[in-house]
């Protein structure tokens, strides 16, 4: 679970950043998986132990994971489901990604990959595993190591 320290960096830290640069820790660009999310739907929460492991996984490299909460929820409201949730990188509101223009998903849950310059690489639909998730970033061209 996250402590509250931690909630309220990753309030201040979405707030204060855009989902463009959020999470760009070195010079190098970053790719984005951004999985959008609901707490009433049972795949998602399938899916949420993978994605911490796998947002640790790529720590070190130039792909972040970024949460998108599927519900109209306050960013308040969003951090508490995410913390109830266990979710453990970073997540933000609906409101916070419009900038990338991405048209909420019609089915649950839904994941993409932008590339750096917020593009869709792919468009992932339903319940994905590691697996798949990497294999996707292979057939991007991007390096990541497995565990």
């Not at 999310?37 to 949420?48: D, G």
């Amino acid at each position: 679970m996250l402590t509250h320290s931690k909630k309220m960096f990753q309030l201040i830290l979405a707030v204060l950043l855009p989902l463009s640069i959020y999470g760009a820790e070195t010079e190098e660009a970053n790719w984005r998986i951004v999985n959008y999310w609901s707490e009433w739907c049972a795949p998602c929460r399938i899916e949420i132990p993978m994605f911490n492991e796998l947002s640790e996984q790529l720590s070190s490299s130039n792909v972040r994971i970024v949460g998108v909460n599927f519900d109209e929820d306050p960013r308040e409201v969003t951090l508490d489901i995410a913390d109830e949730l266990g979710i453990e990188f970073p997540t933000l509101t609906l409101e916070q990604v419009e900038e990338l223009a991405l048209r909420p998903p019609d089915i649950m849950p839904t994941t993409y990959i932008l590339s750096p310059t917020n593009e869709v690489a792919a468009k992932l639909i339903g319940m994905q595993s590691k697996a798949d998730i990497l294999g996707q970033l292979m057939q991007l061209g991007l390096t990541v190591q497995s565990n």
